[in-house]
T-cell receptor
C-alpha cells in the first residue's frame, strides 16, 4: 500500500542554519504531496503542498519540490528560526482521495 | 470562526470504560475525520465522514464507533477502552475530499490504564 518515509529526528540546529528534512514515498499513480507542521500543544497545520511532478510548494520560507524520478518531497529552508521548532509531517493523498497517509514525523529543535 | 474544536483535552480511563470524544467545526465542512497519533507512527486514520449521515472506516477502525447526525459534529466513541488505545486523537475537517486543506483540532490526549 501507499506509504511515506521520513528521516528520523530529532534534528537540532542553531538559528540561521540550513534545514533539509528528507521524505520519500511509495504510491500507485501520482499522488499529491504535503508537508504539515505541528507546533507544541497544537494540532497540525498545512505548511505547503504540490500536486504534480516538478511542482514546488512554498510557504514561510520553506519549500519542497515534487520529484517523481526519486519519489521524494524533501523539505528545505535556508535559514531557520527558533520559532520553527516543531514536528514536521510529510503526507500523501491516497488514491481515491479519501485519506492522507502520514510519515512518522520529524522533530526540529532550533537553538539561539 | 472557532475552527475545529475538540473536548476534552485530556482524559484518563480504566480498561473497559467507555467514553465519547467530541469534535465540532463551524466552517460548514462536509468532510470530517478522526486520526490517532502514536510515537514513531505518524497519524493513522480511524474513521471519516463525507457528509451528514455517511461514515466509513479508515486504517484502524477497530474499537471505535462514529456517527454524523449533523454537519457540525463528529463524535468518536470508545466502546470498551483498552491500553492499546492510549494515544493522542485528532479530528480534522475540510470542505470536500481531495486537495482541500484539512484543518485539525488541538487534539485529545487519552490514557487508558
Amino acid at each position: 500500500g501507499d506509504s511515506v518515509t521520513q528521516m528520523e529526528g530529532p534534528v537540532t540546529l542553531s538559528e540561521e542554519a540550513c534545514l533539509t528534512i528528507n521524505c520519500t514515498y511509495t504510491a500507485t499513480g501520482y499522488p499529491s504531496l504535503f508537508w504539515y507542521v505541528q507546533y507544541p500543544g497544537e494540532g497540525l497545520q498545512l505548511l505547503l503542498k504540490a500536486t504534480k511532478a516538478d511542482d514546488k510548494g512554498s510557504n514561510k520560507g520553506f519549500e519542497a519540490t515534487y520529484r517523481k524520478e526519486t519519489t521524494s518531497f524533501h523539505l528545505e529552508k535556508g535559514s531557520v528560526q527558533v520559532s520553527d521548532s516543531a514536528v514536521y509531517f510529510c503526507a500523501l493523498l491516497s488514491g481515491g482521495y479519501n485519506k492522507l497517509i502520514f510519515g512518522a514525523g520529524t522533530r526540529l529543535a532550533v537553538h539561539p | 470562526n472557532a475552527g475545529v474544536t475538540q473536548t476534552p483535552k485530556f482524559q484518563v480511563l480504566k480498561t473497559g470504560q467507555s467514553m465519547t470524544l467530541q469534535c465540532a467545526q463551524d466552517m460548514n465542512h462536509e468532510y470530517m475525520s478522526w486520526y490517532r497519533q502514536d510515537p514513531g507512527m505518524g497519524l493513522r486514520l480511524i474513521h471519516y465522514s463525507v457528509g451528514a449521515g455517511i461514515t466509513d472506516q479508515g486504517e484502524v477502525p477497530n474499537g471505535y464507533n462514529v456517527s454524523r447526525s449533523t454537519t457540525e459534529d463528529f463524535p468518536l466513541r470508545l466502546l470498551s477502552a483498552a491500553p492499546s488505545q492510549t494515544s493522542v486523537y485528532f479530528c480534522a475537517s475540510s470542505y470536500s475530499l481531495g486537495l482541500d486543506t484539512q484543518y485539525f483540532g488541538p487534539g485529545t490526549r487519552l490514557t487508558v490504564l
